[in-house]
């Protein structure tokens, strides 16, 4: 008799601890969802390219895993100014109207986690036209907007498109404003629970032509 009361106790105690398992695993999906929504993520199943070639992030639990997303949103919103002097770097004729050149920037990214991310940079490259008005350096246009990373990394960056604007520092039009769209994939561990996830993200640079 002893045996048998033995025996259901323990399965009474496995059918509790699997409820209790099952609960908590809902309660995390639900408070995940939460956060997908709050932040705009979307959860992935992680390529093995990405699982080869990237480690994982750990995260105690969700409020640190939170902090990072607001880290990370707030290093995006970053935007930076540069410029730069056009004297000599006139590619084609001096007769012609306008005038072709490109420009490549890089730059330190330090949001991708708390030790590969020292050593990670942000790079953008883009071709552009100028013109001369009233004596005064204008943009016509920017094309071939491409961004990528390098060095070590733990979010991975994926270029997919890129816009320009243009507005006045000195002059009319003499600042490109340049934005690089892209695609972050990461994969952490939020306790014991690994899971993939991507985020829309804008790389900002301006470049302002000078005489």
Do not use: C
């Not at 969802?33 to 390529?47: A, I, M, P, R, T």
């Amino acid at each position: 008799m002893k045996k048998i009361i033995l025996s259901l106790s323990f399965t009474f105690m496995f059918a509790i601890l699997s409820a209790q398992g099952a609960n908590a695993s809902e309660d995390f999906e639900t408070k995940v969802n939460e956060l997908s929504d709050k932040y705009d993520f979307e959860l992935v199943d992680l390529e093995n390219s990405y699982m080869d070639n990237n480690s994982f992030l750990e995260f105690n639990d969700l409020e640190e895993f939170e902090e990072f997303l607001i880290q990370a949103k707030e290093n995006d919103s970053i935007s930076t100014s540069e410029e730069i002097k056009i004297e000599g770097n006139i590619r084609i004729s001096l007769f012609a109207t306008e005038y072709k050149d490109s420009h490549q920037v890089s730059w330190w990214g330090p949001m991708n986690g708390p030790v590969m991310g020292v050593l990670n940079m942000r790079n953008m490259s883009f071709d552009y036209t100028y013109k001369f008005v009233n004596n005064n350096p204008q943009f016509v246009n920017v094309t071939n907007i491409n961004s990528w990373q390098t060095g070590y990394h733990d979010v991975k960056w994926t270029h997919r498109d890129g816009t320009s604007s243009f507005s006045k520092k000195y002059s009319t039009k003499d600042t490109a404003n340049v934005v690089a769209k892209g695609l972050y994939t990461l994969g952490v561990v939020i306790g014991s629970n690994p899971i993939g996830f991507s985020w829309n993200g804008e790389w900002n640079r301006s470049l302002t032509l000078i005489k």
